[in-house]
């Protein structure tokens, strides 16, 4: 089994930044990648970021990169997405997943564990 606990959520005004992290606990030494979802009120869980994690290769999701960087510290098997230049759209919960199977990191089925959310919220 593995745990994953999300930090660093909260309200900030539109132009700032925040920086979440995710904790993984418990059986990681099968990671195939981590990533960050996100689901805004009455939305699909959409993919924000990811990385493989024996290459360290990067995804982003689709309008993100530059805004947006994922990053990983691999002895504290925890990773992190700063997000700046945040806009109200961004407002979501964002959920760290954990992938222990090989699959298209873009899709939620290939992670088999999910952490509880950490809630973003952008004021205009």
């Known amino acids: 089994q593995v745990q994953l606990v999300e930090s660093g959520g909260g309200l900030v005004q539109a132009g700032g930044s925040l920086r979440l992290s995710c904790a993984a606990s418990g059986r990681t030494v099968s990671t195939y990648a981590m990533g960050w979802f996100r689901q805004a009120p009455g939305k699909e869980r959409e993919f924000v970021a990811a990385i493989h994690w024996s290459s360290g290769y990067i995804y982003y999701g689709d309008s993100l990169k530059g805004r947006f960087t994922i990053s990983r510290d691999n002895p504290k098997n925890t990773i992190y997405l700063q997000m700046n230049s945040l806009k109200p759209e961004d407002t979501a919960v964002y959920y760290c997943?954990?992938?222990?199977?090989?699959?298209?990191?873009?899709?939620?089925?290939?992670?088999?564990?999910w952490g509880l959310g950490t809630q973003v919220t952008v004021s205009s």
């Open positions: 997943a954990l992938a222990t199977v090989s699959g298209n990191v873009y899709y939620k089925a290939t992670y088999n564990y």
